[in-house]
């Protein structure tokens, strides 16, 4: 019986590299000149450090657009409360998203199965399995969850026929 594994992984080390890039950006950028910047990953969290409001916006925005030149999905990045650090400075703690969680995961087999469709969705983990007898009914139910406009990256991964 053919079936797909609905997903939502980052790689870590694409993650590693666009924090790379932006550490390369920070230090030619003029208006980052000579301010305390700091934006380092730890497990799955990135903390990011600036001297004001304005430079944290912006090392958010840098964040964003060096995950998508690395094709990474900017929604994979949970933007924390920001906090008041010593001084001026700001902080903020941006959580990387794995796995999808039971609420969306629920949220996605319901939608499968309110489209009557001819397959079988099943939760196992933080991932949801989907199950059919052609293979067309699980590209339709793809391109279904496609459309659903969730706040996560989702793959499809081990496709079998």
Known sequence: MPSFDIVSKTDIAEVDNAINGVKREVENRYDFKGSKIEIERKDEEINLLADSDYKLK???????????????????????????????????????????????????????????????????????????????????????VRTMGLELPIQYTNFRD
Do not use: N, Y
């Open 58 to 144: 912006a090392l958010q925005d840098m964040l964003k657009t060096h995950f998508v030149k690395r094709k990474l999905e900017p929604t994979a990045l949970d933007f924390q409360k920001e906090e008041a650090a010593a001084g001026q400075s700001m902080r903020q703690v941006v959580k990387i998203k794995q796995g999808i969680d039971q609420d969306t995961a629920k949220k996605i087999v319901k939608h499968i199965k309110d489209t009557k469709m001819k397959v079988q969705a099943s939760i196992k983990g933080d991932e949801v399995r989907v199950e059919g007898k052609k293979r067309d009914d699980l590209q339709e139910c793809m391109q279904g």
